[in-house]
C-alpha cells in the first residue's frame, strides 16, 4: 500500500518543533529520528506487508509513522506528551495525505493502557526511549495477543539485555522475562547522527517473534517472581538468592533439586525453561502446604 511520501529529513523536524515551542526532554527520553534511510531500513526489516496493523510508541513528531503508513493497512500510534499527540494527525495529513485516515493517535502512557484498541495491530514497531523500554514491551506482550511480531531500536545496552542467553555477562530478569513471550534477535545497530537531539550511545534493533511460553502449570506471575528474585542478588548461589521468596535456604535446595536444577547455580545460567520448572515446584509446595492446613 504506497501511499505519495513525505517523510522528515533534519530541517522539518526541526522547524516543526520550533513551531510547536518544542524542547525535547530528557525525563521522556525524546530522541527524534531525523534520517528518512534509517525510516526506511526499520521500515524493511519490519517486514511489514499491506494487511498488517502496527502499533507504534512515542511516534514523536512522526519520522517513523510516516514510514510506517507507507507500507502498513493502518497505524495506531501511542503518546503521552500531549502536545505531540495533538499535532501528528496534522503532520500525517500536510505530508500524506492519502493515510489520514489509516492513522489513530491514542493519547495515553503505554504502560497504564489495559487494552490496545480495534483494529487489533499485528506488528510493534517503535523507537523506544531507554528508561521505559522493556516495561513497554513486557506491558504490550501482556495485554495483547493479536500482535506477533515486532521491530524496536532500543538504547544498545537495553538491546544486548533482551537478546541475552544464559551465562551472557548482559543476561537478566529483561532477557529472562523477554523469552518467555517471544525469540529477541539483534538485528542492527543504529549510530547517534540520525538523532535530534544526537545521544550519547549507538541504538540497536531488536526483532521479536512471538512464541508459546514454556508448558508449566506455574502462571507467568509465579515463574517471573522466581526470575525477580534470582536476579536480586545474582552473585549468590539459587539456594540463598531463593530463600527469601521460598522460606530458607533449605527449603529452596529442595525445591531446586526437585525442579532438577543445581542449588549451587546462579541465576545467570538458567533459561527461562528452567525457572518455569522452578516455579512449578514452588507453586506445588506450596498448593500441599495450603492443603493441609
Not at 549510530?191 to 521479536?208: A, E, I, Y
Not at 534470582?230 to 529452596?252: E, N, T
Request: some cysteine; charged content about 20%; overall charge neutral.
Amino acid at each position: 500500500m504506497t501511499t505519495t511520501t513525505g517523510l522528515l529529513d533534519p530541517s522539518s523536524v526541526r522547524a516543526l518543533a520550533t513551531r510547536l515551542g518544542l524542547r525535547p526532554t530528557k525525563q521522556r527520553g525524546q530522541n527524534f529520528v531525523t534520517d528518512a534511510n534509517t525510516i526506511r531500513r526499520l521500515v524493511a526489516l519490519a517486514g511489514l506487508g499491506p494487511d498488517d496493523v502496527v502499533c507504534e510508541i512515542g511516534p514523536g513528531l512522526g519520522s517513523l509513522t510516516l514510514g510506517l503508513l507507507e507500507q502498513a493497512r493502518h497505524v495506531l500510534a501511542i503518546e503521552i506528551d500531549p502536545l505531540l499527540a495533538g499535532q501528528l494527525a496534522d503532520t500525517v495529513a500536510t505530508r500524506m495525505p492519502g493515510a489520514a485516515d489509516r492513522l489513530t493517535v491514542l493519547e495515553a502512557d503505554a504502560l497504564a493502557v489495559p487494552a490496545l484498541p480495534e483494529p487489533h495491530p499485528t506488528v510493534v514497531v517503535a523507537n523506544l526511549p531507554y528508561n521505559v523500554s522493556v516495561p513497554v514491551l513486557l506491558h504490550l506482550l501482556a495485554i495483547d495477543q493479536h500482535w506477533s511480531r515486532g521491530l524496536v531500536m532500543v538504547q544498545l545496552e537495553v538491546a544486548d539485555r533482551l537478546v541475552a542467553g544464559p551465562g551472557s555477562r548482559t543476561y537478566g530478569v529483561p532477557s529472562v522475562k523477554m523469552a518467555w513471550y517471544a525469540e529477541a534477535v539483534r538485528v542492527g545497530t543504529v549510530p547517534p547522527g540520525v538523532f535530534w537531539p544526537v545521544p550519547n550511545v549507538d541504538s540497536g534493533l531488536v526483532r521479536l517473534t512471538r512464541r508459546p511460553p514454556p508448558p508449566t502449570t506455574a502462571s507467568r506471575a509465579q515463574v517471573f517472581a522466581v526470575v525477580d528474585a534470582a536476579f536480586a542478588q545474582r552473585r549468590k548461589m539459587l539456594r540463598a538468592a531463593l530463600a527469601p521468596l521460598i522460606g530458607s535456604s533449605m527449603a529452596a535446595s529442595a525445591v531446586l533439586e526437585a525442579a532438577g536444577v543445581d542449588p549451587q547455580a546462579r541465576g545467570e545460567t538458567l533459561t527461562v525453561e528452567d525457572f518455569a520448572r522452578v516455579a512449578e515446584q514452588l507453586a506445588g509446595r506450596e498448593g500441599q502446604s495450603g492443603a493441609g492446613r
